[in-house]
């Protein structure tokens, strides 16, 4: 009779770990895609610091991962940014981030040299050199994004690095998209 009670116990025992076996990968795949719309992207970088001149912008792509529900997608083009190298001091170079959309209606925000300023294709908004709104109908600024100068790599290459996010358009005030 113990032996039979014992046996049952194994039994059952074992059962529960098969079934914890299938069940918590099943919800670790089920809610995959809840964590990674909650993790944020970090620093990434998008051009070594040597490439910019100062006073010039420079519309680069940012790269990343990217995911789509359950798939992983290599690095892929998520968005443009606009480069400034304000100072031409080597050792403490500053730079600023400006994103290509416009604050009016999402449109790609050009740059004419001739002018000196940002101007957007579609409705004629136009931003000074440093991304202020001159006049048009967008409602604010050019979106600044956060930025960086990375330490010497193993190449000895110092790179940009943009904390990327995306902008609500058509609003005064600026507010992320989720
Ligand atoms: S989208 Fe840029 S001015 Fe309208």
Known sequence: MRRRTFL???????NGLIGLAVVIPGIRFLLDPLRRAFRQRGFIRVAPLTSLT?????R???LADRWDAYTHHPPGP?????LLRNESDDRYPKIRCLHVICPHLGCAIDYAADRNAFN????????DPTGRRRFGPSPRDMDELECRISD???S???WIEVKYQEFQTGVSEKRTTA
């Open 152 to 154: 010497t790599d193993e």
């Open 60 to 62: 680069v792509t940012v």
């Open 8 to 14: 049952k116990t194994l039994a059952a025992g074992l």
């Open 156 to 158: 000895g290459v110092r």
């Open 120 to 127: 957007c294709p579609c409705h004629a908004s136009e931003f």
């Open 78 to 82: 998520i968005g443009n940014v606009w």
């Open 54 to 58: 100062t006073g010039r912008p420079q």
